[in-house]
């Protein structure tokens, strides 16, 4: 049980386009999401919280315009990294904190990023 | 959050227990002890948490000491396959609200060899 998935694993795109990534919870129900990005050799930094049916909340220096967050139902969420450039190539990851408990959260695969 | 302190890398023996240490001498009383390991170029992997006593399941041991002040993780028969990154994390925890966030620090390589 509590399965993540993350779609696309990875994706190459060219600077000035939009890329969107899909986080599902495969087997509960998240009302939390959270979106990580890890750059080589590097942990991970948290880019934003989003629950269900509400805005985002975004970590200090992360645009949120930039990186564009929907979190529409109890078990997917989406990231768009619009207008991508070459420094946005990044491994993207996402968590889902499981509902009504302790609080464990599991993680997606990861999207790994590459802007061209 | 507290803070938590861990070396930045450790070796193994296949077979042998492997421990790891985490200090976190600011925890706060609600605050839970969380592990998670990350195997190179994967999302990271709940191991286990603890709030006070000492907890274990299918993949892993916490010992947290009586003062809270530090804990170790502890493998009991590492494998090529625990090769990874380990983090200590200390969270508030409990359900509901959107502050229960995971702040992943350097954690600690550990290398299991043959």
């Known amino acids: 049980g509590a399965v993540v998935s993350q779609h696309p694993s990875w994706v190459i795109c060219k600077s000035g386009t939009s890329v969107k990534i899909e986080c599902r919870s495969l087997?509960?129900?998240?009302?939390?999401m959270f979106w990580y990005r890890q750059f080589p050799k590097q942990s991970l930094m948290l880019m934003a919280t989003?629950?269900?049916?509400?805005?985002?909340?975004?970590e200090q220096g992360v645009e949120k315009d930039k990186f564009l967050i929907n979190h529409a139902s109890l078990t997917l969420s989406t990231l768009t990294v619009t207008s991508a450039h070459p420094e946005d190539s990044s491994f993207y990851i996402c968590?889902?904190?499981?509902?009504?408990?302790?609080?464990?959260?599991?993680f997606g695969p990861g999207t790994r990023l590459t802007v061209t | 959050d507290a803070k938590t302190t861990q070396p930045t890398s450790m070796d193994c023996a296949e077979g042998r227990a492997a421990n790891l240490p985490c200090n976190h001498s600011?925890?706060?009383?609600?605050?839970?002890v969380y592990w998670y390991r990350q195997i190179h170029s994967q999302g990271p992997q709940y191991i286990i948490h603890?709030?006070?006593n000492n907890e274990t399941n299918e993949m892993a041991s916490l010992i947290i000491t009586e003062d809270r002040k530090s804990s170790t993780l502890i493998l009991p028969h590492a494998t090529l396959r625990d090769t990874a990154v380990y983090y200590c994390?200390?969270?508030?925890?409990?359900?509901?609200?959107?502050?229960?966030?995971?702040?992943f620090g350097k954690g600690t390589l550990l290398t299991v060899n043959p």
């Open positions: 600011t925890i706060s009383g609600n605050e839970y």
């Open positions: 603890g709030l006070k």
């Open positions: 994390i200390v969270r508030v925890g409990g359900s509901g609200g959107s502050n229960y966030k995971l702040t």
């Open positions: 087997d509960f129900q998240a009302t939390t």
């Open positions: 968590s889902a904190r499981v509902a009504g408990t302790i609080g464990e959260q599991y």
């Open positions: 989003s629950n269900e049916g509400s805005k985002a909340t975004y």
